[in-house]
C-alpha cells in the first residue's frame, strides 16, 4: 500500500512538472511574437469607469489601448456582462491575450464576512479558510480572476486605519491566518471556476508607519523585519499565494515599490517567488512625491529594476518603459522575466483556453444565491464576536423576557454592517439583503416579547435631544441592549485616527442610560481597537462585535440569547489611552521593569497611567467556566533536534457547552539578543460539552524555539525556557520549565 501511495505521488509531481513545463513553453511561443509595447501592455493594469472598492479615473482611449493589446489587466470590473464586455475588447487585439480581472473582495463579495480582523478574532482558521472561500466562489463567478488580499501586515498601532483589514498583532497568529486565508481564496489549483488568484499585500512593513498615520515612513531593523513583519508573507507564500503587492511606504529611505531588497533579494531571490509582483494604486508614480524619483520616467527605471511587474494605474511603464529599453537603461530581459510572471497566470487560469470562462451568467445567478453562503457567513460573524465583560452573568438572555429596549445609533443601520472595504454592487438592495441587528433580534424573540427603540444619538457631533427619549424607553423595559461604536468608513484605508474613544457622545448616552439602574449590555461595533474606560468599568455586560456583514444582525442576536456561546479572543491589544500606543502583548524587558502595576520612580511606567492594556491580547470571555490543570512536559532537557510534548488536562466546569482557545507562550529567558517577555507559538480552539474534560497536547520543536540573531541567523540557542498555558496572554493558568542543551 505504501509502495502505491508514493508511486501515485510522484506520477502527480510529476504531471505537475510535465504540466509546467508545458505553460512554459507555451509563454515562450507567446513571448517571441509580442512586441516590445505589447510586452509592456501585459505590465500595464487600468481601472474601470464605475467605482467598486477604489476612485475612478477616466481614461477615453481605454478600450482602444486594450484592442491594441496595450493593457494587461483591468480592476474594479463588477458583474459577467462587463467582463465579458471588455475580454471581447482584448480578443480584437493582433495577439488575443487575455485581460485579468482584479478586485478588492477582501471580506466577502455579494455575501459579506466580517471585517478581517474580526475573523481573526475567531482564532479559527477553518472559518477563517471557508470565509474566503465562499468569497471566491462568488468573485470569480462573478467574472473576477484576482484578488486584492489577503492583507497580512502586522498591526501594533490602532491608530492605523487599515488594522480593520488585517489579522492583529501577532506574528504566529498571522502566519497562520495568512495560510488559511490563501489557501481559501485558491482552493485546490488555480483554473478552478470556484477560486481566485491571492494577492499577498503589502510587501513590506507597511503596518509599522510612523504614528499609525496611512502611507507614513518605516524605519526598522533588518531583524525585526524578518522576524515579526515578514512570517505572515512567507507563509502565504508557503500556502502558494500567486501574486504579492507592493506597499505605499518607503523602509529605511527607499519606497517599498522601488525596494530591490524587498522584492528581488528576498521574495525572488531568498524565498523564490515565481509569481508575480503588483505595484499597489499608483504606487509607482508616487515615488516622485516620495522624493526619491525625479519623474515618472525616473520611478519606471526603479519599480521594473526593483522587481515590480504590473503597475497598477500609474501609467509609468505605459509611457517610459520602451523609451528606457531603447536607451539601455532597462534590460528587454527584465522586461521579458515580468510578462513571463504574468502569462503564465494567465495560462494557468485557462484564460487563452477559454477567455470567457469566468463570464457565465447563469453561474453567478446560481452562485450569488446559495443560501449555503449566508449560513457561512451568520456561522463566521457568531465565531467572530468577543464577549468582552459579563458581570452577574448578565448575558445571555432570556427568551422569555417581556420587554427590551434597543437604544443606538447603530440598532437599524444596514449597510454599517458590511463594514470597510465591502464590494458595493450596484443594484444592491442593502436593507433586503443584511440583517441589521434590529431585524436580528426581532427574528430572536418570541412573540411574548416586546421590542422597544430609541436612537438616542448620532456617531459623531455632540447633539443630546435624543437622550430623553432613549432614557424613558430604557426604564420602560426588563433590560437594555446599547449599540455605539465608529461609522464603518472610520476605519479602513485613509481612516488614521488620533483619537480612538468613542465619537461622539455616545459614552454619554451609556452613562444615562446605565443610571436608570436597568441591566445594560453594551455592543461594539468597530473596526479596530476603541477606547471607552468608563463603559468598560461600569457596564456589567459588553460584547465587541466589530462589522460583521451580511449576517451581522442574527449572528449578534444568537449570541446574546446564547443559541452561541462566544469564543472569539481579542487579535490586538486594546489600550487604555492613546498615549500608550504602540502597545502589544510581547514586548521587551527593560533594564527597569516596573515590579507591578503600581511602580513609580525609576522604572519603566508612565506616572499618570499603568502600563498594562484594558484588555489584552487573546482575551475573550465565554458564558461557561474553563478549568486547566495537571500540565506534564515530556521531558525538561532537551537538544536541538529533538522535541517536547506539552499535555494538560482542559476541563468545561460551566453549564454549557463552548469553545475555549487554548494559547501556548513561550519565554527564552535569556539570549544573544533581547528576547520578548512571552510570544504565542501555538493555540488550539477546544469545544467541550458541560461537564467534559480532555487533554490537550502541543509539541514544542526547535522551529518554536528559534529566532533571527544580529547575524540575521535563524538558531536556537541553548538556555532555559519557560512554558505557559492561557487563556489570553496576560491570564497565564500553567507554568514550567525546560533547557534546551
Known amino acids: 500500500m505504501k509502495k502505491n501511495a508514493t508511486l501515485l505521488l510522484l506520477m502527480v509531481s510529476l504531471f505537475a512538472t510535465a504540466q509546467q513545463e508545458t505553460i512554459d513553453q507555451k509563454v515562450n511561443v507567446l513571448l517571441k511574437k509580442m512586441t516590445i509595447e505589447e510586452k509592456i501592455g501585459q505590465l500595464n493594469q487600468y481601472t474601470g469607469d464605475n467605482s467598486a472598492t477604489g476612485p475612478i479615473t477616466i481614461n477615453p482611449n481605454k478600450q482602444a489601448e486594450i484592442k491594441a493589446g496595450l493593457v494587461g489587466s483591468m480592476l474594479n470590473i463588477i458583474g459577467t456582462k462587463y467582463t465579458r464586455q471588455y475580454q471581447e475588447l482584448a480578443m480584437q487585439s493582433r495577439l488575443k491575450i487575455p485581460l485579468l480581472f482584479g478586485q478588492d473582495v477582501i471580506h466577502g463579495y455579494k455575501t459579506t464576512f466580517p471585517i478581517p480582523l474580526a475573523e481573526a478574532a475567531s482564532w479559527d482558521l477553518a472559518a477563517i479558510e471557508l470565509a474566503a472561500r465562499v468569497a471566491a466562489s462568488e468573485a470569480a463567478a462573478s467574472g473576477i480572476q484576482w484578488t486584492f488580499a489577503p492583507m497580512v501586515d502586522i498591526g501594533r498601532d490602532p491608530r492605523w ?53 496611512d502611507y507614513n515612513s518605516v524605519d526598522m531593523s533588518e531583524r525585526m523585519l524578518f522576524e515579526t513583519y515578514l512570517p505572515p508573507f512567507k507563509a502565504a507564500l508557503d500556502a502558494g499565494a500567486a501574486t504579492f503587492m507592493n506597499s505605499f511606504n518607503d523602509v529605511n529611505g527607499i519606497p517599498a515599490t522601488g525596494n530591490a531588497h524587498l522584492q528581488r533579494d528576498i521574495l525572488k531571490g531568498k524565498w523564490n517567488f515565481q509569481g508575480f509582483v503588483v505595484s499597489d494604486w499608483g504606487s509607482i508614480g508616487e515615488m516622485v512625491a516620495h522624493g526619491y524619483s525625479k519623474d515618472l520616467k525616473a520611478a519606471a527605471l526603479s519599480a521594473i529594476t526593483a522587481g515590480s511587474d504590473m503597475d497598477m494605474e500609474s501609467n509609468a511603464y505605459r509611457y517610459n518603459l520602451a523609451e528606457l529599453v531603447k536607451e539601455g537603461k532597462v534590460s528587454v530581459d527584465l522586461i521579458d522575466d515580468a510578462v513571463k510572471r504574468i502569462l503564465r497566470k494567465k495560462f494557468e487560469l485557462g484564460l487563452f483556453e477559454d477567455p470567457y470562462r469566468y463570464s457565465d451568467e447563469k453561474r453567478a445567478e446560481k452562485v450569488l444565491n446559495n443560501p449555503e453562503n449566508r449560513k457561512a457567513a451568520r456561522e463566521v460573524a457568531e465565531k467572530s464576536i468577543v464577549l468582552l465583560k459579563n458581570d452577574n452573568e448578565t448575558l445571555p438572555l432570556s427568551k422569555n423576557l417581556k420587554t427590551i429596549a434597543f437604544i443606538g445609533p447603530m440598532v437599524k443601520e444596514y449597510k454599517a454592517n458590511m463594514g470597510f472595504w465591502s464590494v458595493e454592487l450596484p443594484d444592491l438592495d442593502y436593507e433586503k439583503w443584511v440583517v441589521s441587528q434590529w431585524d436580528g433580534l426581532q427574528n430572536k424573540v418570541g412573540k411574548n416579547t416586546k421590542l422597544l427603540y430609541a436612537k438616542g444619538c448620532e456617531v459623531e457631533g455632540d447633539n443630546k435631544e435624543g437622550f430623553a427619549e432613549a432614557v424613558a424607553t430604557a426604564k420602560q423595559a426588563d433590560v437594555v441592549i446599547l449599540s455605539i461604536g465608529e461609522k464603518r468608513d472610520m476605519s479602513g484605508e485613509a481612516k488614521s485616527r488620533s483619537d480612538l474613544h468613542i465619537p461622539g457622545v455616545q459614552e454619554d448616552l451609556v452613562k444615562a442610560i446605565q443610571a436608570t439602574g436597568k441591566p445594560v449590555i453594551v455592543l461594539v461595533n468597530a473596526g479596530r481597537p476603541l477606547i471607552f474606560n468608563w463603559t468598560a468599568d461600569n457596564v456589567p455586560a459588553i460584547v465587541y462585535t466589530w462589522w460583521l456583514g451580511t449576517e451581522a444582525g442574527n449572528a449578534i442576536a444568537d ?5 452561541y456561546n462566544p469564543s472569539g479572543k481579542l487579535p490586538m491589544t486594546f489600550p487604555r489611552e492613546v498615549g500608550q500606543i504602540p502597545i502589544y502583548y510581547n514586548h521587551f524587558s527593560t533594564g527597569r521593569p516596573p515590579a507591578d502595576e503600581n511602580s513609580k520612580g525609576y522604572v519603566s511606567s508612565y506616572i499618570d497611567l499603568k502600563n498594562s492594556p484594558k484588555f489584552p491580547f487573546g482575551y475573550g470571555l465565554s458564558y461557561t467556566k474553563f478549568n486547566y490543570s495537571d500540565l506534564k512536559l515530556s ?25 475555549e482557545v487554548v494559547q501556548l507562550y513561550l519565554k527564552d529567558k535569556f539570549g544573544s539578543v533581547v528576547r520578548p517577555v512571552l510570544e504565542l507559538k501555538d493555540f488550539q480552539k477546544v469545544k467541550l460539552n458541560a461537564g467534559e474534560s480532555k487533554t490537550i497536547e502541543f509539541t514544542i520543536d526547535k522551529e518554536k524555539l528559534s529566532f533571527y540573531n544580529d547575524k540575521l541567523e535563524w538558531i536556537a540557542e541553548p538556555g532555559d525556557f519557560e512554558v505557559m498555558i492561557g487563556a489570553s496572554s496576560a491570564d497565564i493558568k500553567l507554568k514550567s520549565g525546560f533547557e534546551l542543551n
Open 559 to 563: 449570541v446574546l440569547f446564547g443559541d
Open 635 to 659: 521531558s525538561t532537557k532537551i537538544k536541538s533536534n529533538e522535541t517536547i510534548k506539552v499535555s494538560f488536562q482542559l476541563s468545561n466546569t460551566g453549564k454549557m457547552a463552548g469553545e
Open 161 to 213: 486605519g487599515r488594522v480593520m483589514e488585517g489579522a492583529g498583532e501577532d506574528t504566529y497568529l498571522g502566519s497562520k491566518i495568512a495560510y488559511a486565508r490563501v489557501k481559501g481564496f485558491q482552493g485546490n489549483k488555480l483554473g478552478d471556476l470556484n477560486s481566485v488568484m491571492a494577492c499577498v499585500k503589502h510587501f513590506a512593513a507597511y503596518g509599522a508607519a510612523t504614528g499609525g498615520r
